[in-house]
């Protein structure tokens, strides 16, 4: 059946309610709406959360936003977590104490401050156990809850509270992390990247994709924060585009090894477009910091550049 | 007819967890408690339990991972020691605020630094006040009797709190015994199934776990768990009544030995309970009354009834295997002293910190720890240095 978002929207009903507290303009909320969309109706889902925006924001007692069954317990550890739950669950197949017809799917969420860093051991952990679940990153680039703190998915010379643009320092001086290569090399069956594009496609497919392989699946989906970023709110979209356009984010999937890169730009545009509409990057705009975008330009079509030979040669 | 074995007490540790049969194990190997999870996966291996053998990454992640399994319905177990449990004290805490009974087998260990792999309590003593029911055991014997009666204590529904079965690394976990078993279809009667009211697994109720909980919630909802502490006493009577009627052997919060016409007495938990019976005996043989209370339960925390228990003693001698590097003495010295005050109780006491790495405790040591109390008991004056070390080798 081919992709259309209003009949799946009519469909299925949002399994993320209305009433949570995330920010106006937020991608990680409209990502996980559609990821968790991606599962068959009938099917139940055990979400795992590690603290952060999203937890804070969709459980803040005596309310949830969640109409499946959702745990968090700690920061670091969503997948460790939810690996006991999903293994309690296949204890409880092998007994008969769940229906055989009865399919639970189990998701964890964490931000890049939960997943890239100090959640690496216990994602890594889980994948290489096998387990069957999606861990889903959203990713938007720092520390947000904390207050925009650097994270080591935070884009080289990002001005964030911790790595201020200063007179001496312009902003980050390190490169950032590339997480779902470091998946990619647990050889699990399946690790994308995604994001919110304007029909949500991409999303949606690999979602579904992902909760339905068997085994440990990986989603990094890039989600903007207006606050740490410097967006206007409404500009979400804009954002994406751009990030994907830019190559900054390309949206690309490893299946068992396979890489296959789902959009190349027509004209990639100059990262420059991404990063302008962005306060954090505002200081990279001043009059002798021309190096600054030449650097992240580089750095961009290094990436973009291995990303291409590696889908080429793993395709051979 | 129960069975007769010789088993050491990880041994004992592990046979206990097959014929619990839980559904979830989730343990990271450390000694002195590797051998557990070990055991454990021989049982899993050869098809002897039906549960599912969680190899995890870190202690961290057998907490969670725990956690995980018993909020979605199942019986989870870990075992660990030392640096395992500091490392996982953060799901420590987590685990009985959201009032999950899981049971935990700690075989004690110094906690690192410097790093030392012998038994003492200062890891046990790091999670004191995190709302686990704490259980010590003298032998392999009762590391075993106390984890038969662990979930059905755990699990009850005026309770739902973690536990932790304690024993001495290496004295006890390695050394082999003589051990009564029970056996398999009675422990399996004893120990009950497990069913929470509500788990993460059931489709037809959603369950949402682990808020975040502000300040118009956090505050009751820590109370309520201070509640199901104080009920953990009646139940783990309750309880022990049940397993002596199942085995004849008898357990409550503490063993008083030879206490009831002793002038002085020493307190402590774990192993060297069992030197300081042997010590009892021997005074007792030359005409000295002394006695010991032996500590069980230690969280919940009975109080009154030690109180009440040693209020006709001159002199007692307060027994840490942990130090509390806080200028006043050890945690069992300061909850024994502070029951005595607050039920107006006096008695004349005296703390020694003890076995600290590892370091043996000899029978000489608890004599001379017997003669100093026969000192302080005649004595006009209040304890000098109160606050004091056993078996702590001088500078020359």
């Given at each position: ?187 699990i069956p399946y690790a994308a990247q995604s994001i919110a594009t ?62 296959v890169i789902n959009y190349k730009p027509a004209k990639k545009l ?47 | ?10 041994e004992a540790t592990a046979l206990g967890m097959k014929q619990i ?376």
């Open positions: 059946m081919a992709y259309n978002l209003k009949e799946i929207v009519a469909e299925k009903p949002s399994r993320f309610t209305s009433g949570h507290r995330m920010c106006a303009g937020c991608g990680a909320p409209v990502v996980t709406r559609m990821i968790l969309r991606a599962l068959k109706k009938d099917d139940f889902a055990v979400v795992s959360n590690a603290t952060g925006c999203m937890e804070v924001a969709s459980f803040i007692y005596p309310y949830t936003a969640w109409t499946d069954s959702y745990i968090h317990t700690a920061f670091e550890n969503a997948a460790s977590t939810l690996s006991g739950v999903e293994t309690a669950y296949k204890v409880f197949k092998k007994k008969g104490k769940i229906p055989e017809d009865t399919e639970i799917k189990f998701i964890a969420f964490g931000g890049d401050g939960g997943t890239y860093d100090i959640g690496l051991q216990s994602l890594s952990g889980a994948m290489e156990r096998g387990h069957d679940m999606v861990y889903v990153c959203y990713d938007n680039g720092a520390y947000m809850n904390t207050g925009i703190q650097r994270s080591s998915a935070t884009p080289k010379f990002a001005d964030t509270t911790t790595t201020p643009a200063g007179e001496v320092i312009p902003g980050k001086m390190q490169s950032r992390k590339d997480l779902t290569e470091i998946l990619a090399a647990h050889h304007a029909n949500f496609k991409d999303l949606y497919e690999k979602s579904e994709k992902a909760i339905y392989t068997k085994g440990p699946c990986f989603l990094n989906v890039l989600a903007p924060c207006p606050r740490g970023w410097g967006y206007n709110t409404e500009d979400l979209m804009v954002i994406n585009k751009l990030a994907v356009d830019t190559c900054y984010w390309p949206l690309y999937e490893v299946i068992d090894g396979k890489y100059p990262v420059e477009e991404f990063l302008r509409p962005q306060k954090r990057f505002h200081h990279m705009f001043k009059a002798g910091n021309e190096w600054m975008i030449e650097e992240f330009q580089k750095e961009v079509d290094a990436r973009w550049e291995a990303l291409l030979k590696l889908e080429e040669m793993s395709n051979k | 007819m129960s069975i007769r074995e010789r088993l050491s007490g990880n049969n839980p559904d979830v194990v989730a343990a990271f190997p450390i000694t002195p408690s590797t051998e557990i999870p070990q055991y454990f996966s021989t049982f899993v291996s050869n098809g002897s339990v039906d549960t599912e053998f969680v190899a995890v990454e870190s202690e961290h992640s057998a907490m969670s991972a725990c956690i995980g399994a018993e909020a979605a319905g199942a019986r989870a177990m870990t075992a660990t020691s030392s640096n395992g449990l500091a490392l996982m004290w953060e799901m420590v805490n987590i685990a009985s605020s959201l009032r999950l009974p899981i049971v935990m087998a700690l075989v004690n260990r110094a906690i690192s630094g410097p790093l030392n792999i012998h038994c003492d309590h200062s890891d046990a003593m790091g999670v004191r006040d995190a709302g686990w029911i704490m259980l010590f055991s003298e032998n392999n014997q009762e590391a075993y009797d106390n984890l038969i009666m662990a979930h059905r204590i755990a699990e009850h529904k005026e309770v739902l709190l973690p536990l932790m079965v304690c024993q001495d690394g290496f004295i006890t976990s390695h050394s082999i015994e003589n051990i009564e078993l029970i056996e398999d279809d009675k422990v399996k009667a004893f120990v009950g199934k497990y069913e929470p009211k509500d788990y993460l697994l059931n489709k037809k109720n959603p369950l949402s776990i682990g808020p975040l909980d502000l300040q118009a919630y956090l505050f009751e909802h820590k109370a309520a768990e201070a509640d199901a502490m104080r009920n953990a006493k009646k139940v783990i009577l309750e309880v022990a009544d049940d397993f002596e009627k199942l085995t004849g052997r008898k357990y409550s919060f503490f063993e008083e030995y030879k206490l009831e016409d002793a002038e002085v007495a020493i307190i402590c938990m774990n192993s060297t309970a069992g030197t300081a019976k042997a010590t009892v005996d021997e005074l007792r043989d030359k005409g000295v009354k002394v006695g010991l209370l032996k500590l069980r339960v230690f969280r919940p925390f009975p109080a009154e009834e030690i109180a009440n228990a040693i209020a006709h003693l001159k002199a007692v001698a307060i027994l840490d295997r942990a130090d509390s590097l806080n200028a006043v003495g050890g945690v069992l010295f300061q909850d024994i002293t502070s029951a005595l005050y607050v039920n107006n109780k006096n008695v004349k006491a005296v703390n020694y910190i003890y076995g600290i790495g590892g370091r043996d405790t000899k029978m000489d040591d608890l004599e001379k720890v017997y003669n100093d109390l026969l000192e302080i008991k005649d004595s006009e004056n209040k304890v000098e240095n109160p606050y004091r070390y056993l078996g702590l080798r001088k500078e020359d």
